[in-house]
């Protein structure tokens, strides 16, 4: 995606903050952000732009005036995230991805809509087995890029 420096025409959101986040129109992540902040969600304007590097090139042209980038933590240590956060109209998230809210337990049993008769516990260890080569393989690449 390229980023066009300027000035903003409109903005769609109204007195709504707008998060910018990782993803696509057709991506997942909109639905998990939503998920996440709850009832709160109708407070933001959630809108996708790409990978972690398109956000963190969109907040340096200085557009973002009414939110917010959401970045994912990957592998960034607590100096790296001050540092951007202290740059940048940007904040990151407190797990490594946006997926892995949904393999806290603590997290999942505060969700209302969770079905009583799901064994939250044994899913995500059954969860966790699988992605462990993935994580491996995600922090190797982050850490030679």
Known sequence: M???????ES???GDRKVIYC??????????????????????FEFKPLG??????D?????LVDNGFCLLDRDFRTN??????ENSYPVKFLLAHELE????DRNYLEKLPYIKSDVEIHQKI??????????????FLQFKIN
């Open 51 to 56: 990978s972690c590097k398109t956000l963190l």
């Open 58 to 62: 969109y907040a340096g042209t200085g």
């Open 79 to 84: 100096e790296e995230v001050q540092r951007l």
């Open 100 to 103: 892995y809210y949904f393999l």
């Open 22 to 43: 990782e993803g696509n129109q057709n991506s997942i992540d909109i639905i998990f952000l939503k998920t996440i902040f709850g009832a709160q969600a109708i407070n």
């Open 11 to 13: 903005i769609t959101s």
């Open 2 to 8: 390229s980023i066009r420096r300027g000035k903003r």
């Open 125 to 138: 260890i059954e969860i966790k087995s699988v992605k462990k080569v993935r994580f491996l393989a995600d």
